[in-house]
């Protein structure tokens, strides 16, 4: 069944690293790891969350009454169907990508079909789909695990361990200070105050999430990821039962290795160095209001110690 596959959900708040250790994850190989961010949700989903996070990033709800295709239909997944429809428009439209969205669908709804339906079922025949339609997959033979990526995900941890009983869930985090400093330079950047709610809303989750699931919760720091991946991720590589030593140490797509991240997300430089730099880029009075607003979390996280001034 679909809803058993071993999957790996990374989770981290924007700016903080998610995409930068979905890349390095990418060269190891037993693990299927998505293209890009695999923004699973849909439109149906409704709680107290829905105002604070965009639903393309949370764990889907599926009118399970409906058809398969209606179901592939509801899974947002914006940067995989643009890149796969219109590569044109794609951020991504430089890295080839051999794949069939329309494959893709066309294989979904046959697993689906096969039922019983659930969210589970739905969402590991996506994963599934995705690499048996994607023809340029840089397959070793070996893979065994699904890795995807949705920022903040980790609000929802709770309702992926009820669907799918062999999944993980990775929380990446990084110093706020360099990330705050990051997303001020997207196009239409969050404020100061929202952002750190938001920050501080995903630690919250995290580490909740963790006491209550803590052989299937693994928290990492971005800054350790970038000193040592092979280190920093190895705890929960041995967990989902693949080898740490297999991981190669350096970002890349489709086993193809990168000199910078970018256009996964706004960190180009992958090092410590060029993380700390990002964090000396704020003022003074940034600085104080970022960690006034971070509160406990600068310690729980050892952060302090991080502080641009």
């Known amino acids: 069944m679909s809803q058993g596959i071993r ?171 360099s990330a705050y400093a990051d997303t001020k330079k997207r196009p239409v950047p969050m404020s100061l105050d929202a952002y750190m709610l938001a920050w501080v809303i995903n630690q919250y989750h995290a580490f909740l999430a963790r006491e209550r699931c803590p052989d299937r919760v693994h928290i990492v720091r971005l800054e350790d990821v970038l000193t040592d991946p092979t280190r920093a991720l190895a705890p929960v590589l041995s967990a989902v039962g693949v080898a740490p030593e297999l991981l190669p140490g350096v970002p890349s797509w489709n086993r193809r290795t990168m000199t910078e991240v970018y256009p996964w997300g706004t960190i180009r430089l992958p090092t410590p160095a060029a993380n700390r730099a990002t964090a000396a880029e704020l003022s003074k009075d940034e600085v104080s209001a970022v960690a006034a607003a971070a509160g406990p979390y600068l310690d729980i996280l050892d952060y302090r110690g991080l502080s641009p001034s």
């Not at 951020?91 to 969205?101: L, Y």
């Not at 995900?153 to 706020?176: E, G, T």
């Open 7 to 177: 999957l790996l959900m990374l989770s981290a708040m924007y700016e903080n690293g998610g995409n930068t250790t979905h890349r390095f994850l990418d060269g190891h190989p037993e693990l299927f790891v998505y293209p890009f961010e695999s923004q699973l949700g849909t439109r149906l989903v409704n709680d107290l969350l829905t105002t604070t996070f965009p639903v393309k990033y949370r764990w889907p709800v599926f009118a399970l009454d409906a058809a398969p295709d209606d179901d592939y239909r509801a899974i947002i997944d914006e940067e995989a169907k643009t890149r796969l429809r219109t590569p044109n428009v794609s951020k991504f439209r430089d890295w080839p990508m051999a794949c069939s969205d329309d494959d893709r669908r066309a294989l979904f709804c046959e697993r689906v079909g096969r039922g019983p339906r659930s969210t589970g079922g739905n969402v590991g025949a996506f994963f599934q789909a995705t690499f048996d339609s994607w023809r340029d997959f840089q397959r070793t033979g070996a893979e065994t695990v699904y890795v995807g990526y949705s920022p903040i995900i980790v609000v929802d941890a709770l309702r992926i361990f009820r669907d799918m009983p062999r999944a993980h869930v990775l929380h990446v985090v990084r110093n706020p200070w």
